[in-house]
C-alpha cells in the first residue's frame, strides 16, 4: 500500500477570481456566476528555491486552462526560472507572476498582483 495520494488540482493550488469581474447587477438574468470564467492560477511551493522545471510545469497549466496571468509562490526563485518566466511572456503573451514568502508576509510584493 502506498502513502502517496493525488489531489487531483492538475497543477493548481488555487483561483484568484478578480472583483472587477463581478456583475453590476445580481440576479439570475444578470448572469451571476458569468463571472467564474475569469481566474487566475496559483501555484505555491515548499522549496527553498523553486526551478525552470516548476516553471515549465506552471506554463503547461496555463496553456491548458488559456489563462494570461498565473502567480507562483515560493520562498526563493532560481535565475533560471526567472529568466523562464520572462522567455514565456515574449513568448505567449502570457505572465507569471513570481512572489517571495518574505515579501508577502512583509506586506510588499514585487509587482501589482493584476
Excluded at 472583483?19 to 487566475?40: C, H, I, N, R, T
Excluded at 505555491?44 to 523553486?50: E, F, G, H, I, P
Excluded at 505572465?95 to 508577502?104: F, H
Amino acid at each position: 500500500m502506498s502513502a502517496v495520494s493525488s489531489v487531483g488540482d492538475m497543477g493548481i493550488d488555487g483561483r484568484i477570481y478578480p472583483v472587477s469581474s463581478m456583475p453590476a447587477k445580481s440576479g439570475q438574468k444578470a448572469g451571476e456566476l458569468g463571472f467564474m470564467d475569469e481566474w487566475y492560477p496559483i501555484q505555491v511551493k515548499q522549496k527553498d528555491q523553486l526551478g525552470r522545471p516548476d516553471v515549465d510545469a506552471f506554463e503547461a497549466v496555463m496553456m491548458r486552462e488559456d489563462r494570461k496571468i498565473g502567480y507562483m509562490v515560493s520562498f526563493d526563485f532560481s535565475s533560471d526560472a526567472m529568466r523562464e518566466m520572462d522567455e514565456f511572456l515574449r513568448r505567449s503573451g502570457k505572465q507569471i507572476k513570481a512572489y517571495s514568502v518574505k515579501d508577502l508576509l512583509e506586506g510588499n510584493p514585487p509587482q501589482k498582483m493584476v
